[in-house]
């Protein structure tokens, strides 16, 4: 392991001068990942739940899988400012929070949605990412999950717009959003 050298009182005195004015950065947690609180959310668990959850499927009656998995989706409230919306299609925007739905049953990633949106509106985090796969393994290769999150999305009173991510960050698999700002 490398020693730190010691910083001279010269090159802090120039730090100061160059950095003169300027304020840090907001430190946003970008890793930070919603988990259950059990002991039962290991992978190999959530999928044979959601393979006997989605025999269940129609008691649950919220959901009409009618999006495919590479189908894209974009929604946005009047008024919405169209810079932002372009940023926002682009995946240009810094996201401050994101949440992985793989393998969760259909009643978890319900449940899941609702606690990361709550938590991030009290952290003010208005830049998420939201992760819920393109149902590649599901039931008629339906993205079940996909659905449940646009529709509970476009149903958000919080929820100012999404947009499917960029191929990078999980194309249509993944789901950019802005949230209200918080007054």
């Not at 840090?24 to 999928?47: I, M």
């Not at 926002?88 to 949106?117: M, N, P, S, V």
Request: glycine content about 6%; aromatic content about 8%; some cysteine.
């Amino acid at each position: 392991m490398r020693k730190k050298t010691p910083i001279s009182d010269k090159d802090k005195r120039l730090f100061r001068e160059a950095t003169k004015g300027t304020a840090p950065l907001p430190n946003h947690d970008t890793k930070k990942v919603l988990k259950l609180d059990t002991a039962e959310e290991s992978y190999g668990y959530r999928r044979q739940q959601a393979s006997t959850q989605q025999k269940s499927m129609q008691s649950f009656d919220v959901i009409n899988p009618t999006l495919l998995a590479e189908d894209k989706v974009f929604y946005a409230q009047d008024g919405v400012n169209h810079k932002q919306l372009a940023l926002l299609k682009k995946g240009q925007y810094q996201w401050q929070a994101r949440l992985d739905l793989h393998g969760y049953t259909i009643a978890q990633a319900d449940e899941c949605l609702k606690t990361f949106i709550e938590q991030c509106q009290q952290a003010s985090q208005r830049y998420l990412m939201i992760v819920h796969g393109k149902g590649a393994r599901s039931a008629d290769d339906k993205p079940l999950i996909k659905n449940l999150v646009v529709q509970r999305l476009g149903q958000h009173p919080e929820v100012i717009a999404y947009s499917s991510a960029q191929p990078a960050d999980g194309g249509t698999g993944a789901l950019y959003v802005i949230l209200k700002r918080q007054k």
